[in-house]
């Protein structure tokens, strides 16, 4: 039963170690290879995901 436990809490430091691992090709943005940004309407400041003029906006509305 001891083996056990201790073998469960020696995986979770090792999981947890990996976890605050930073390695340096997983970037936050930028070139790195990190998610885009979302685009934004500069009129309302909406999030536009699909691209083309806004639905929300009086401009994009037709």
């Known amino acids: 039963m001891v083996k056990i436990v201790t073998l469960f809490l020696i995986g979770m430091v090792v999981l ?3 976890g605050r ?9 930028g ?3 990190g ?8 009129e309302c ?3 536009n995901l699909k691209g083309g ?5 009086s401009e994009g509305q037709s």
Do not use: E, N, S, V
């Open 16 to 18: 947890a170690l990996f």
């Open 21 to 29: 691992l930073r390695l340096p090709r997983i970037g936050r943005g």
């Open 31 to 33: 070139r790195t290879g």
């Open 35 to 42: 998610l885009p940004k979302p685009r934004l309407c500069p």
């Open 45 to 47: 400041g909406r999030y």
């Open 53 to 57: 003029p806004c639905r929300h906006c």
